[in-house]
């Protein structure tokens, strides 16, 4: 059984190689004797790779803004309250692109590049925002963040921003885990797909954190306000976007 170059268009000749000897590796194989696809695909790592250094450098620098705003905490609090904000921002834009590709009536594949490295980002600032707080309000006592000193599950505002915020952030280090085309190739894309969409429940309960928490650290109006809009921005492109989907598939 042969397998045909798509190069064959780029005026590159047809190589003929056994099917026994790529069984496990088709598509890297195909690609090593397609240079039409080596190119592209190093064409993808090069763009992948400013992706990431461009996200890298603007969590880093959304951190360091934030930690200004709060001059009167202490490095660990400001930390905490930088790479909070920093995962916000990334997340909503990451849930953001794909409605607006949809409302532009652009391609809005089960997954591309720049929602998932965005994600990527976001996830890593949740769970390095996770660490850091977790010693912020009660150093070397985490536990005390779930029950209080009876050993009682915590039932106020401060427990319940700590619940939601622990278990958004083991749903991040769950779609961390899926964000690669290993996961995509392994699991197909519909299971895939299925895994991903826990990322709306992360969201969910990252909203319930960050509000829960202006609350208990009785934030300024200004900071409360960005929160309420960022979230109210995204729940109406979200909604726009799946009101689109479903006016253009009830078309005949």
Avoid at 226 to 244: D, E, H, N, P, R
Wanted: one cysteine or more.
């Amino acid at each position: 059984m042969m397998v045909k170059c798509s190069s064959l268009r780029h005026g590159v000749r047809q190589r003929h190689v056994p099917e026994r000897r790529f069984h496990s590796y088709r598509q890297f194989t195909i690609r090593l004797h397609c240079p039409h696809n080596f190119q592209m695909l190093n064409n993808r790592l090069r763009r992948r790779l400013f992706h990431h250094m461009l996200m890298g450098v603007g969590s880093v620098a959304l951190t360091i803004l934030f930690m200004h705003f709060f001059p009167k905490r202490d490095f660990t609090s400001q930390a905490s309250i930088g790479t909070a904000y920093a995962a916000l921002f990334l997340t909503a834009a990451a849930l953001l692109l794909g409605p607006l590709n949809v409302l532009w009536r652009k391609p809005n594949p089960v997954s591309f590049d720049l929602r998932r490295d965005l994600g990527i980002w976001a996830g890593i600032s949740a769970l390095v925002h996770t660490a850091v707080g977790l010693n912020v309000h009660l150093r070397g006592k985490m536990w005390l963040y779930f029950v209080d000193t009876r050993h009682h599950l915590r039932q106020d505002a401060f427990g319940f921003g700590n619940y939601t915020g622990v278990l958004a952030a083991l749903l991040f280090g769950l779609l961390l885990a899926l964000s690669n085309d290993v996961s995509l190739r392994k699991l197909g894309a519909d299971r895939w797909k299925s895994l991903q969409r826990w990322a709306y429940a992360a969201v969910a309960l990252t909203g319930a954190h960050a509000i829960a928490y202006q609350q208990v650290e009785k934030r300024s109006l200004p900071f409360e306000a960005a929160l309420y809009i960022l979230l109210l921005v995204v729940s109406i492109f979200q909604l726009a976007g799946i009101f689109k989907s479903r006016q253009t598939r009830a078309r005949p």
